[in-house]
């Protein structure tokens, strides 16, 4: 039938399917998103800490999908909020500090999720050891560089144990030039998020002249502060040979997560999940295998991405295809979807419409013949019937001339044998008046 109606020719109907196709295929390019982006930045953190160490692998594994990852050097997490959470600064990825987000921080931003502890480390110049805090008193200490959210968390910790600016000079240095300082002797005592596998954390475990401190009442600090975390370096694991640290180190940790903007490209958000479980899944020395990137929503909430990720991996396309393959061929079927949508009951309707538009043609043509039949039975014996006889030569002729696919084409035949038996009895009255 519909083959029928091709063959029809009705360029009205084949121009109306033309248009609900382009309307099916604009509606569904208007709801699909862009391609991904070919250049995304992240924020990390100053140069030599883990941010930044850390920044450079996922780099590596973007460039492998033809991605540029850009790296945004930082003072820290408070100066990535800043950055994320300003849509004109270009930035839409970066690691962000558990305890660090505050409420107007949350608007437009969305975590995929925790990926690694940063141990806060305290580390002395070796003469203070076990002499405690007061023993620092009026002595350089360094807590962190400005914008860090290290500071403003080592701040509050101090502010906790009534310590401030009067107690000791508080200075802002980043960890790899307190470390410096400290091996040095220019400064008395550190305090800094640094990863067990930084440089400037191996070369003070290194030095004699520094010491690892535990803090005290670890437990009270994860208690008031629950995006803390209690961590244990054991005796030895700096240097077996020489017994460094010499005993068991209790450490306090946040959590470093992965924060995107909200509108950041879903592939993108993928593929960031996919380049966080190669970097992070691996066994260390506060984490097992496997345990990040963990589904923590700590400080802001999991994207569905990041959501949808963690209870089925990725998507079908991108476990099997490369990443632009995979992302053109997503696209292709959201196109497809809708597409099929419409020509499907198109494919049931437009032949019933077509049939429809044919019977109504016929059904025309009956009815002019009704109408010449009933003229023909109202008038009486004697008045001219001439006209009857040319309408009806029009009417057939109209019939001859109708175009009709074959699958109707037995209307027409009893339309033709009704104007037939019409003609019929026109002629038998023409016959009676002509005696």
């Known amino acids: ?106 608007t437009d931003l969305e975590s995929i999720g925790t990926v690694f502890y940063q141990p806060l480390w305290f580390f002395i110049r070796s003469e203070f050891r076990g002499l405690g805090m007061q023993a620092l008193r009026g002595r350089k200490i360094s807590i962190g560089s400005e914008g860090s959210g290290s500071r403003e968390l080592v701040l509050e910790l101090l502010r906790r144990n009534g310590i401030d600016q009067g107690f000791a000079q508080l200075l802002s240095l980043a960890p790899q030039q307190a470390g410096e300082k400290l091996l040095r002797g220019e400064i008395d005592a550190s305090l800094m998020f640094a990863s067990w596998d930084s440089p400037v954390v191996r070369q003070l475990f290194s030095d004699k002249s520094v010491e690892p401190a535990s803090f005290p009442r670890a437990d009270a600090y994860v208690a008031l502060y629950p995006f803390l975390s209690k961590l244990i370096v054991p005796a030895g694991v700096g240097d077996l040979a020489k017994n460094r640290p010499p005993t068991d180190v209790t450490l306090f940790a946040t959590k470093a997560s992965l924060v995107v903007r909200s509108d950041l490209h879903p592939a993108i958000q993928y593929l960031l999940l996919e380049a966080a479980q190669e970097i992070h899944s691996r066994p260390g020395m506060f984490q097992k295998a496997g345990q990040f990137p963990a589904a923590e929503s700590i400080d802001l909430p999991l994207s569905d991405q990041a959501r949808q990720f963690y209870r089925s991996g990725r998507p079908f396309l991108q476990r099997h295809l490369p990443f632009w393959l995979a992302v053109l061929i997503d696209r292709l079927l959201i196109l497809l979807i809708p597409i099929v949508g419409v020509i499907y009951p198109l494919m049931k309707l437009f032949p019933a419409l077509y049939g429809w538009n044919m019977q109504r043609h016929i059904f025309h043509l009956y009815g002019d013949l009704r109408l010449l039949e009933q003229e023909l039975e109202s008038r009486k014996e004697g008045q001219p019937i001439g006209d009857l006889s040319e309408r009806l030569d029009r009417l057939e002729q109209k019939a001859n001339h109708l175009r009709v696919p074959v699958f109707f084409a037995n209307l027409r035949y009893i339309l033709w044998m009704h104007i037939t038996l019409v003609r019929q009895r026109l002629k038998g009255r023409q016959k009676t008046q002509g005696k």
């Open 1 to 106: 039938m519909l083959r029928d109606y091709v063959r029809a020719h009705r360029p009205q109907s084949i121009l109306a399917l033309i248009l609900l196709i382009a309307a099916a295929l604009w509606a569904a390019v208007a709801a699909l998103r862009p391609l991904p982006p070919r250049t995304i930045t992240m924020a990390t953190g100053p140069e030599g800490s883990a941010y930044a160490e850390i920044g450079k692998r996922y780099r590596a594994i973007f460039a492998r999908s033809g991605i540029d990852l850009r790296l945004k050097p930082t003072a820290g997490a408070l100066e990535n909020l800043s950055l994320l959470s300003n849509p004109r600064s270009g930035v839409s990825v970066g690691f962000v500090q558990s305890g660090t987000v505050s409420d107007r921080d949350r």
